[in-house]
């Protein structure tokens, strides 16, 4: 079967919106000054989704090894009781990948190219590819839901997706 190859689009809220929000500095953000003025608040950015009353919303660090591209996707992933969101702690870009929450369809994943300055929050139930570093080893601090039950569904992807920056020439 032949292997599906993806190149990453950059990534902007409006082609991020179906998934989820996109975390970044923007004059477009809901912002007013604190801290006596020393401060921008760029706020409510995203809000973070909980299923269930005893969930907690719990802050993590994720430090990721860098892949290899063209990376060979086998698995994607969606969290159906919370929303989960990455913010890079560092300075380099990352691929971020999607598909609409339902029933997962391969032809449906599309792939971003995130700067470093740029955070993602996916929504509840969004299938994504877990955290996928570039150049580097990279950090990001996480923020999603600590609850009972299981949440975390996978799904294998067969054939897998091949995930390039560039289109093959
Ligand atoms: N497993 C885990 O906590 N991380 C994944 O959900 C991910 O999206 O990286
Ligand atoms: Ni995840």
Not at 133 to 145: E, Q
Request: glycine share 6%; aromatic share 8%; charged share 20%.
């Amino acid at each position: 079967m032949q292997t599906l190859s993806l190149t990453a689009k950059t990534l902007t809220r409006d082609a991020f919106s179906p998934y989820g929000d996109v975390i970044e500095i923007s004059e477009d953000n809901e912002q007013f000054p604190i801290n006596y003025g020393r401060t921008q608040r760029h706020h409510a950015l995203a809000t973070v989704q909980l299923q269930e009353a005893n969930d907690s919303a719990i802050i993590s660090v994720f430090c990721s090894r860098p892949i290899v591209l063209p990376f060979r996707a086998e698995v994607m992933e969606r969290h159906p009781k919370g929303s989960q969101a990455f913010m890079p702690l560092g300075s380099s870009p990352y691929l971020v990948a999607v598909a609409p929450a339902g029933e997962f369809n391969p032809e449906s994943v599309e792939l971003f190219l995130a700067r470093p300055d740029q955070g993602v929050n996916y929504h509840q139930g969004t299938w994504h590819h877990y955290s996928l570093a570039l150049d580097t080893p990279s950090n990001f601090l996480v923020i999603d839901r600590q609850g009972s039950g299981e949440n975390c569904d996978e799904v294998e992807l067969s054939p897998p997706l091949e995930f390039r920056l560039e289109a093959p020439a």
